[in-house]
């Protein structure tokens, strides 16, 4: 069963205002305004499933075997915490619905019972194209721990990928891009047979894909400088080309949160049409 904003907000609230923790999780929530809709599933890690612009899907919905590759979420950084996969208390357990209206959701995650730490998120849809995405961890243990939020975002291996950055540096299999001005720009073609990770230092926090016409524009909303995890950078995409996708990651602040305290990070995103018509 999939809810929409429209047609089945009065469930959801209802659903919100008696939620237990043993009640079943909430079935997947479809906000729409203007020409974009934008689904999450509380029920497989308030993911969100789909991002749609005028009848066209830009994010890679395809499901891998572990259900796990596939849409935008949100896990803790340095990856060096917990390896791989992400805790499924981040990734992939039942979120909470804790507020909802037609054009906001916002939910929380289960405590990770290794880490101590807790996920809430909040989407919000624009009037403007836009959607505003906010994600907290709050320190549920006896003890400080050092981490940052990272949202990973999968798209389709296809179109472009355009920064700019003071540098970069891959992992793996090296990244090829050409320059266009000041703007790095990653093709999202055969000349990349193997999988290759690309960190970037960026001094705007903003990035772009383009495919099948439409233009994702992702920055992370941040006032002063912030200092990455070991081994991590503001800006990350990892290219799949045998498996048909990429990330585009984005890397919060990283900083040490003591019992009962949150970290944050607030992101934009922007979905129009694509000039280029890429």
């Known amino acids: 069963m999939r809810l929409t904003s429209t047609t089945s ?5 209802l659903m919100v205002a008696c939620q237990k923790p043993d009640d079943s999780p909430a079935p997947p929530y479809t906000m729409t305004r203007g020409r974009i809709s934008i689904t999450v599933e509380p029920a497989l890690g308030g993911r969100i499933s789909s991002l749609i612009y005028n009848g066209k899907e830009i994010l890679k919905t395809t499901r891998d075997n572990d259900n796990l590759q596939w849409g935008s979420t949100v896990w803790t950084s340095p990856q060096s915490d917990w390896n ?3 805790p499924a208390a981040f990734d992939s357990e039942p979120y909470t619905l804790t507020e909802l209206s037609e054009h906001r959701i916002m939910m929380e ?16 849809l624009g009037p403007d194209s836009d959607i505003g995405l906010t994600y907290w961890v709050t ?10 939020l990272w949202e990973n975002t999968r798209l389709p291996y296809e179109g472009t990928f355009e920064f700019v950055a003071d540098t970069v540096w891959t992992q793996r299999d090296s ?7 000041s703007v790095r720009i990653v093709t999202l073609d055969e000349r990349h047979t193997a999988e290759g990770k ?37 800006l990350e995409i990892y290219l799949a080309p045998e498996h048909k996708f990429f990330e585009f990651e984005l890397v919060g ?26």
Do not use: C, H
């Open 253 to 278: 602040d990283y900083r040490n949160i003591g019992p009962g305290e949150s970290n944050n990070v607030r992101l934009k995103w922007k979905l129009e049409e694509s000039a280029s018509g890429d």
């Open 109 to 124: 995650g289960p405590r990770d019972s290794t880490t101590s730490l807790r996920m809430r998120k909040r989407i919000v």
């Open 84 to 86: 791989w996969p992400p």
């Open 175 to 181: 990244v090829e891009f050409d320059f266009r001005d």
């Open 9 to 13: 907000l009065f469930f959801l609230l």
């Open 139 to 148: 320190n549920e243990g006896v003890s400080g721990r050092n981490v940052a």
């Open 198 to 234: 690309l960190f970037a230092n960026m001094p705007t926090g903003e990035a772009v894909y383009q495919n099948n016409g439409l233009k994702l524009t992702k920055y992370t909303v941040v006032k002063d400088l912030y200092r990455t995890p070991p081994g991590e950078a503001p």
